[in-house]
């Protein structure tokens, strides 16, 4: 009864769309209405701007952070892995039931799940990502190189130390990440896709 306990708040948590209530309570603004139409942080901060992108951001990596942190708060966390509970808190991020099942992309709270269980890899992804950022201007690029990274680096982490949960999850949660980019892709290929502009 406790695991569906925790599975449930994982999936509530994550569930919970950052972008919706920032967009509503502060702006007035539905930016499912605007931009890509997205939920996520890159819509935000696209459409509401930096102040609504970092919290919508930090309020995402912390869902992750906090459902994976949940079987050591409910005290079983040598009985269920915690990468799994975090595995569920990103697909309430995809598909919330609060928000129409229609989520965000993966990215923050997949960061969040990392943040809770290696935080040194957490650390290194950002690094990637905002080099990646830096040299192609685009985020839907710059995320897919951060998850390809963490492929690599949980499989040479996993050979290492034996933690195969950790490469099994990343796997998953990198999987996500490139797949619910697709469409990015595509408008990457056909230049369509924006680019953003450092200050």
């Known amino acids: 009864m406790t695991y569906a ?33 997205n939920l996520g942080a890159t819509n935000t901060f696209r459409t509401l701007g930096i102040k609504a992108g970092i919290a919508v951001t930090a309020a ?21 892995h915690p990468l799994l509970i975090g595995l569920f808190a990103v697909v309430g991020h995809m598909f919330p039931i609060f928000a129409g099942f229609r989520g965000g992309k993966a990215v923050a ?27 192609c201007k685009y985020v839907s690029l710059s995320s897919i190189i951060a998850g390809i990274f963490a492929i690599i680096y949980s ?14 999850v990343v796997i998953a949660l990198s999987s996500f990440v490139i797949y619910r980019h697709r469409a ?6 056909n230049k369509t896709e924006p680019k953003i502009k450092w200050l």
């Open 60 to 80: 995402d990596i912390l869902k992750g952070t906090l459902a994976t942190l949940l079987p050591k708060l409910f005290g079983i966390d040598d009985s269920i």
């Open 184 to 189: 990015n892709l595509a408008r990457i290929k």
């Open 155 to 168: 499989i040479i982490y996993t050979l290492v130390t034996g933690d195969w949960p950790l490469m099994v």
């Open 5 to 37: 306990l925790i599975i449930i708040l994982a999936y509530l948590l994550g569930s919970i769309p950052s972008g919706l209530i920032v967009g509503k309570l502060f702006y007035g603004i539905d930016i499912r209405k605007h931009g890509s139409g």
């Open 109 to 135: 709270t997949s960061a969040g799940v990392l943040l809770a269980y290696v935080p040194i890899l957490f650390i290194v992804l950002i690094g990637v990502f905002f080099i990646s950022l830096k040299i």
